[in-house]
């Protein structure tokens, strides 16, 4: 390819061209350059169009002395006649091709044509440049110029290279500020060897540094500069200028630099001051332009004798090459396409460094990919909630007359503000206040972007109140922090709008927390953390505590965020205008927020059709005190309005702690800031690069609240490309101390080059649009068919518009392909724009419905070898609903088959790059008859859409337009269907361009409409090509359901599908064979506790609940059983202590198992409503699953691993205690198994001790006798005493395990134990004993899991109450709370959890759990999770065993008479509260309401006043039945005064 020879045309417009019958036209260009062809947009209904198309390139134009082009401009026909010619220009190349480098913009008038039935009117406007050279890596070598002087000192100068640089003192008459531009040329020119300026908007003193080339051969020939102020209807003329070429040349090669002086027209002194232009004119020999005119004259003469033809002539003696027509059949590529781009040969070593870029930018695009997943966050959307503990403040500045001041904290989080008390008159205070914000349905973008914003202001009664001091921290890094709180943290305050408080103005010690969906928040022992930071005052005099003193010692260093705000392009018309179409305006800004401080650019007006493309450069410093907690920085392009808010653009958002660091000493923003008026010389700009950083938003047009969230967060959400802005960034580490130490701006301390901005490479977007599937079917009033349906593709501003297209059932098809070529984008591929393809609905009214990005890395790693792919669209919240233009958020967007590829225009020219058009489009028509098979097996876990928690689903199967249904199954989340649907279509032989599968779940409504729940994609290459009808289904597999938007949901599909190719269409097949699994018999076991906390439903108590078990089949339905129903205890927590055995036929392969469905009716209701229901896996349950089968209690019982690495802990624990006390480390004696019979000082030591009870032997027992006979009663009665035992029970348990113990294994043996502990525990063991020998014959017939029950619900504390054996009363045991609640020795690892597991819920360590729980629930799914109303009602408990032998035989699991009713006396000690949610203001009332079954104890006289650290030190009492109500509920409440209803601060339960 011959990149040294090629001309650039640009079609930007046309005017009065003439009317076609019906009206005014549709017109489109066609330019023709030799053999080629380009081709503009069609625009509708216009006889002015402005088209201001891509750069179209044509190559070898004077290799193949093309002296000139065709412009053909044609009428869109939209029925189904031909296209009509309006009219055509021919225009002249040779003036372009004598001025390379020059862009050339002219008018040119239409003439007619051949074949016109109309005369031609009006004029198109064409721009055009010619190149020699992208390079030096072009340029001909020495020897090229042969018939030139070798020595370059004998070489006439041939071109005037310059600047315009800058005016001053511009005047208009009649305007105070000109909308100024320059004009150079030559004299002896036509005006066709010109150069201007931009149009700089009302700027007296413009800054233009316009760089120009202009052929000059002549010397004698002058400069005419010409400054024009640019107006709406007509350009006036500001000034002129003459500098003779003479005075140039005279200046050589340094090139003359000088201010010239304007005068009137004419050339004449008028007496008016028009100004000054600054220029900078150098006369030199310009190598290429000269070889280029050698190139033109010897075309002219038809001498062709260029160094790439030299070549071939050589390379055809000794190798044949092909032709054009030969290589484009080798290769696929089109014959044009291949004239156009045709590649020189290469070497191989030339081939191997080209192979070795592609495969380095490959891997590029790959790393940004990666980049981009990586810069996902773990953070979700939904519920947040943000807690600002302020604790204490000091050395805050004085902000009254006083020397004092009255501080208090305001907080802002995402628009919301909540603030402390004012404290009066101090510097240092203690504010102790937390603050809670309580985020609902919050998205990912929003959370990751929020930002704590901590103010601390001067409180003034009359006047308003003074800042002292701003803080901030993003959510994001808080949430990524350990249990996701910042804790007691010392932060300055930085007066960001003062400039003469510089540095911290006091200090704030705070804690934040970011709590979301699913986290835990950790405890804290506040007195335990108090007194530690007291001693680590004392000991290290070290500031951290609550005492009040001097300042916490924090080292401050001052730095700068330095933002260069360049300039932006492509921004959207935020003001249309009212009189000219596609014209509007942009008075943009930009502003950067970071660490409280922000600033904002200089607005800057723009207005006209053309590109919105503002120029600000200007410096935005913000000031920073390090060390700070912030780390997002923000970055928005915003318009502004005089009358009405600010609207947002677009926002981006950076990371501070990834910005490059500038160490240079005394950086200042002023240095060199005076050059511009040549009075000191220009800073040299040592930054970062500049990078064009994309902007995306809500559709063009959408603004407020519609498309607020994504104007200002952006994301996957932001659906438009709405223009790019050009940044750097940069930490000055070492700034002048003269800096002025709040955000300012200033402008570019240096002259902005176009060398110092990211360079632009051709780019190649290829699109191969195939089809559409699921679309939405739009119609208008009283039309019979669906509106049209089209598609756009676009990178950047550059657009692919597909034809409209009938909508048919959801399905539309293109079939069309289309390339936008050279499309210049930014080399780096982080910069180049996404590609975004839109769905759009067709006439009279076009717009975008929905939409998908796709990175433009994803396609660049591909490099144009892509297969098709399905690109899943999503609705556009901008559009909103049906009556905004769009769809609803709810509905299927559908989804578009398209074969997309992007790359370097190098390497689309490349033949193993290139697309055959013709055989693609070929491979989508190259047909052959198939049958589709679907087997749908069964669901599991769907989303409920009924109010009951349950749903009547089908699958319905979508596949070209065509659709079919499997059968309704009624009232259940985990259907059975083994169902085989077929569909007999034509496919296209290559699978990769045929139509998805798709399949959506419904919910069959008796008396409304269905509802679509979720829905899969499913690929057709994906399917299994079977050999023939009678061939077995392939194996199918579990797939996860999403919703219309691609999200994952609840929900899964056992499916598989298959490929049939048959002989004929017209082929029948038999009805499939049915799919069901091979089975066995099998026995469902269920012991049935009972239901516990089981909800009201609509207002009415359940009285009397039964459980209903279904257990389906897929060959006769399967069968269903009931327990009996039950208001003991009570309707709410019914004990059923039942058996229910199913026999059920169930399959060999666990993978088609079935699920359990539980419901809960209600018996005594009048219509036996459905009170909840749940599923139960049985897959886990079946004993001959090998891979995945779980006994029943399995968390019970084996615990091997977990004791095994408790055992080598404690054996590591032990052995550096007895290294540390010198002891040996393989002496493993007890203390309490010495023989002397151990040690009495360790005996009296506290210790920690185990609350299990084993194999004690008489000896063990006859020690305890002997030392509690020692001690007296009274006062020493009460002092601590321990007893320590290590005898840890044998795994599974035994005949005297007492089944204690709710902990795991290891912990329990560490928990201490107190006197009155003793006690209790001495009577359990002697009402224990006496039960055992009453019962020993039957203990000894059993081991393992019966043992352990035994003994568990046997050797706890029964009261006798209602049984036969002699009980005793709780209140007789010698058991009281100790006198001193808060003391230290009662306390003593009665928290452990606390301490060594920061803080978690205990019930985390639980692991004694004989029963299976399962929540019951009812209500309905909505992806909103305000709109969901499914929740838990209720749970059940119970065994669930799945046995391949009849239980008969086997026998019971729990025998029956273990479950019997007992009655049980329940104390619980309520010591404390931490942490609790402010009510009033930002305190609260507390007091405990406990409830167990239908008692309820509330202590609302005992409330204690306004603290959010309560101690209660209560005691609760409660008699119950168990099995029976176990379930203790405590809640915290705020006593109100004046309210009847006392609100709810908090509620926890504990599973008795």
Known sequence: MDVEDRLEVKVVAARDLSEVEGGECNPFVIVKCGNEFEQTQVLNHTTNPEWNSARMVFQDVTENGIDHIVVRINHKNLSAQADETIGQAIVDLRTVLLSPGIESDEWYDLQGATGMKMSATGAVRIEMTYFLSEGDEALPDDDDDDDLDTDADQRLPNMLVGSIVRARGLYVQGKELPDSYASIRVSSGSGLHKSKTKVAKKNSSPHWDHQFRLPVSDGEENIILKVKDHGALRTNLVGQCIVPMVEVAAHGDQGLKKWCKLLGQNFTVDGTEHGDVELQLSWIYDRKYARSLRGMMAAATGIRRTKQKARAEDDDSKNKTHSSEELALLTGVESEELAEYAPAQLSTKEQEELDEQRENRKMMAERVEDDLIRGNSNMVAGDYQIQVHVIEARDLNAEDLNGLSDPYVRVKILGRSKKTRVIRKVTSCVFDETLYFNLSALSKKQIEEAVVEIQCYDYDTFTAHDLIGIATFDCKAVHALPDHELYHHWTGLIDTKSKNDNGYQGFLKLSITVLGPGDAQKFHDLDKEYLEEQALEEKEDALGGLSLGSGPSIDEHLNFLVVYIWEAEDLP????????????????????????????????????????????????????????????????????????????????????????????????????????????????????????????????????????????????????????????????????????????????????????????????????????????????????????????????????????????????????????????????????????????????????ICYCRVPAASLLKEQFLAEPKWYQLRADPGRGTKRQGGIALTVNPGAVLLKLGLGLAEDAIDPQFAWNETQLKKKVVDLAPYCLRVYVFQARHLPASDDNGLLDPYVKVRFCGKKDKTKIHSMTTAPLFYETLQFHEMLPKDKNYGPDIVLQVWDNDRFGSNTPMAMLRFPLIECVELASEASRFPQPVWRRLTDVNGEHVAGELLISAALIKKREASEKFNKPEAITPQMRQAWVEVTALGVRQLKTYRLRTPREPYVRIDVPAPNDGGTYVKTKSSKKPSGRNANFIQRRIISVEMPENALYAQQMDLRVYDARSISTPLLGACTVDLAKKMSWNADEYEPPQTELFDDTEARRREDERLEQERQAAALKAGKPADDDDDDFDDDDGGNDKDVHKPQRVGVSFGDDDEEERDEEDALLGGIEEGAEVRMQYELERYEKPPLGGTAEDSGIGAFHPMIVTELPMVYEDYLYQQEQERAAEELLLKEEEEREGRRGILSSLSARFKHATDLGLGTEEEGFKLSDLDISFPTQWAAADFLEGREWWTEEHDGHELENYLKTKPFETYQVYRGRYHPDPSKSTLRSVGVFKGIVRVLDQDPLIVGELIPEKLLRERTYMVRLYVIRGANLQPVDSNSADPYLRVKLGKDVDERKREHLDRTLKPNFYQTFEFQTTLPGPSVLKIQVKDWNRFYPIHELIGETKIDL
């Open 573 to 848: 018309k935020m003001d249309p205008s009212f009189f000219f179409k596609d014209a509007g305006s942009i008075e943009a800004y930009v502003k950067v927020e970071f660490a409280g401080n922000s600033i904002h650019t200089s607005t800057v007006n723009i207005s006209g059709r053309g590109n919105m493309a503002p120029v600000f450069n200007e410096e935005l410093w913000l000031p920073v005190i390090e060390p700070t907690k912030a780390k997002r920085i923000t970055l928005g392009m915003w318009d502004y309005n005089t009358f009405s808010p600010h609207a947002p653009v677009a926002h981006l958002y950076f990371d501070y702690d990834e910005l490059k660091r500038n160490e240079a000493a005394n950086r200042s923003s002023t240095t060199g800031k005076n050059s511009f008026f040549g009075l000191g010389s220009a800073a040299k700009y040592d930054g970062q690069r500049p990078r064009w950083y994309n902007l995306y938003g809500a559709p063009l047009g959408v603004q407020g609240k519609r498309g607020g969230i994504q104007n200002r967060y952006g994301g996957i959400e932001a659906s438009t490309y709405r223009g790019r802005v050009l940044v750097s960034m940069e930490i000055i580490t070492k700034p002048s101390s003269k800096e002025q130490q709040v955000a300012h701006r200033v402008p570019f301390r240096f002259k902005p080059t176009e060398g110092l901005k990211p360079m632009a490479v051709k780019y190649y977007l290829r699109c191969f649009a195939i089809m559409g599937s699921e679309i939405p079917t739009f119609r208008t009033a009283g039309a019979i068919s669906s509106i049209k349906m089209a598609l756009l593709v676009s990178i950047g501003n550059y657009q692919i518009k597909y034809s409209f297209e009938q909508n048919r059932r959801g399905v539309v098809i293109w079939n069309d392909y289309q390339t936008l070529k050279n499309i210049e984008l930014p080399v780096t591929i982080e910069d180049v724009p996404d590609v975004c393809i839109y769905l759009i609905k067709g006439p009279p009214r076009s717009q975008s």
